[in-house]
């Protein structure tokens, strides 16, 4: 059974889209837990216009007003003892018909082969959104990390900075037993998350789009996106230093190296992956120069090629005795390659060329 985590206040319609997910997912062996911190009727209502007020696997906690939402969740997360897997869908994402069904599958198959995984994500898309009363309108869709492909996770790269988001995330119920979200960290609480989960096990990449973060940019009041609320009121940059901090001295407290560690050499890691960045750019540029000094080759040995044919037999036969008979065939071999890679192949043939002409 997976047991699905899902964060609401006060936002009906998007409550309602969340919940219509989750009912079409293919995979029907579910239990949602609902962590309400808003008004006890709106997410009743909601229920009922559904239909699911019976026979569906959707219960309800009533939290108190003020509570974070990590705090919302982690007492979600307590209710869920009986499942197997764990998913977060907050109100305002939605996931494909499929994502449970192939996550779980696919689950399953790793951890037989590669036993250290704990968890999968699905690829997204970003949909930006605006609301007018109960309709909600999509202005625009993007794939979220179009770089990622199917594979493991680097620890490395989650130090760098977070590779996903809770909404695309399946993992094992036994792998966040003892892991909770930390409300002192705000908008970086997910991240941190992440990160505690990636040290207790692998996290593969399925590489299907199945999930749609959707973002309300230009919408304040309850239907704004709350991590974007939070960015703008604490500051990302004050948040992953408060972050930091907080890894630097578990690690200092318990002796070992850890996260405070690997976050500690950040910058060396982007400094790493900047590089890497930049070498695969000069290569590649490397070998579009290579790929227009082969084309300079076959034209110029196609005007050659015309040339000859004119007078196939003679110079060829003339071009390959004063070779042989030089007596320095070797040294005329070394000095063709050695111009080759001085000055290109176009002034290597067009030297030979000249050495013939001069030997007539």
Not at 22 to 28: D, E, F, P, T, Y
Not at 68 to 96: P, V, Y
Not at 133 to 149: D, I
Request: net charge positive.
């Amino acid at each position: 059974m997976i047991g699905i985590v899902m964060r609401t206040k006060d936002r009906p319609v998007l409550l309602r889209r969340a919940l219509k997910s989750v009912m079409r997912q293919s995979w029907k062996k579910w239990h949602v837990v609902i962590a309400n911190t808003g008004d006890p009727r709106v997410v009743q209502r909601v229920l009922e216009s559904l239909g699911a007020t019976d026979g569906l696997a959707i219960e309800i906690v009533h939290l108190d007003k003020e509570l974070s939402a990590e705090a919302a969740t982690n007492a979600a997360l307590e209710r869920l003892s009986g499942a197997e897997h764990i998913a977060f869908h907050d109100d305002d994402d939605s996931w494909a018909p499929d994502f449970l069904g192939i996550c779980v599958r696919q689950l399953e198959t790793l951890s037989e082969i590669y036993p250290a995984t704990v968890a999968v994500i699905a690829l997204g898309k970003r949909v930006d959104e605006e609301i007018d009363g109960n309709v909600v309108r999509v202005k625009s869709t993007e794939l979220m990390r179009p770089h990622m492909s199917a594979g493991f996770i680097s620890l490395n790269a989650m130090v760098v900075e977070n590779q996903f988001k809770n909404i695309q995330l399946l993992v094992k119920k036994s792998a966040v037993a003892k892991i909770r979200f930390n409300s002192l960290f705000g908008g970086m609480s997910d991240w941190d998350f992440h990160l505690r989960l990636l040290m207790a096990g692998d996290i593969y990449v399925i590489p299907q789009v199945l999930v749609f973060s959707h973002v309300r940019s230009s919408v304040r009041g309850p239907y704004a996106n709350r991590s974007a609320a939070a960015r703008a009121f604490a500051g990302t940059v004050a948040e992953a230093t408060i972050l930091g901090n907080a890894w630097l001295r578990a690690d200092i407290s318990s002796g070992t190296v850890g996260l405070g560690f690997l976050n500690s050499i950040r910058p060396v890691l982007e400094h790493l992956s900047w590089y890497a960045t930049q070498s695969s750019n000069s290569s590649r540029a490397m070998l579009e120069r290579l790929h227009g000094d082969i084309g300079a080759l076959g034209a110029e040995l196609s005007n050659v090629s015309g040339r000859v044919s004119r007078r196939p037999v003679r110079n060829g036969f003339k071009l390959g005795y004063l070779w042989l008979r030089s007596g320095r065939a070797l040294h005329y071999l070394l000095q063709f390659l050695r111009t080759a890679n001085s000055v290109g192949l176009r002034q290597a043939v067009d030297r030979t060329k000249t050495w013939l002409l001069l030997q007539r």
